[in-house]
């Protein structure tokens, strides 16, 4: 069964902490996102990676960074966690390609910070 | 970017048909129409894509209208564990889907 997983369920940092979110996928996908989840706001977009060592900014990529060293891993840093980044946070993956299924997205379950 | 436009919520009695419009009038022609459905707890999942011909699966139907500004996700015969929030979604960029925030879907015994 193909899986994405995210390294935490639930993580509690303080405030100027350094937050790293990890992800893990098997399904040899090149294609990478991140995403969060607030409420009545629905899941934005943060980063995106299309291979090893590619970046691009989603919509709202300010105070995040990514790093994607690995084909399969992907992971969200927070240099300095601030309140207003408390949310779900959510990792994707897709095939490359132009077409609907290489526009299918599978998730992982999502990891709940919470920044005091 | 094309947008899609969802009511918030939405309900329904288990075993009955329920039927999940969405609106996307700034379609372009080679735009695929998918929906997601994220169950508590739970990242988004797949359900069912479609181009222009109605198209059906294991979870749902996706009906397409002829013009293609509307689309409804058909679930034939809702369960509680249907009970969730139903995305439909347009590519942006080709290979990114943006998800706007869907419909929340309440099943009652």
């Known amino acids: 069964d193909v899986k994405v997983t995210q390294s935490s369920r639930y993580l509690v940092k303080r405030t100027g902490e350094k937050v790293f979110l990890e992800c893990v996928q098997d399904m040899d996908h090149e294609n990478m996102f991140w995403y969060r989840q607030d409420p009545g706001l629905g899941l934005r977009l943060i980063y995106f990676s299309y291979d090893v060592k590619m970046k691009e900014k989603g919509d709202i990529p300010e105070g995040y960074s990514v790093s994607r060293e690995k084909k399969e891993r992907f992971s969200l840093i927070l240099e300095s966690a601030s309140t207003n980044q408390t949310s779900m946070y959510l990792c994707?993956?897709?095939?490359?390609?132009?077409?609907?299924?290489?526009?299918?997205?599978?998730f992982g379950s999502g990891t709940q910070l919470s920044v005091l | 970017d094309a947008k899609t436009t969802q009511p918030n919520s939405m309900e329904s009695n288990e075993e009955e048909p329920v039927h999940l419009p969405c609106n996307h009038s700034t379609i372009s022609g080679t735009d695929y129409i998918h929906w997601y459905r994220q169950l508590p707890s739970q990242g988004p999942e797949y359900v069912i894509h479609g181009l222009t011909s109605n198209v059906n699966n294991r979870m749902a139907s996706l009906a397409i209208a002829e013009d293609r500004k509307s689309s409804t996700l058909i679930l034939h015969r809702a369960t509680l564990r249907d009970a969730a929030v139903y995305y439909c979604i347009l590519p942006y960029n080709t290979d990114k889907l943006i998800f706007g925030t869907g419909t929340r879907l309440q099943v009652f015994p």
């Open positions: 994707a993956s897709s095939l490359s390609g132009y077409s609907p299924e290489s526009e299918k997205l599978f």
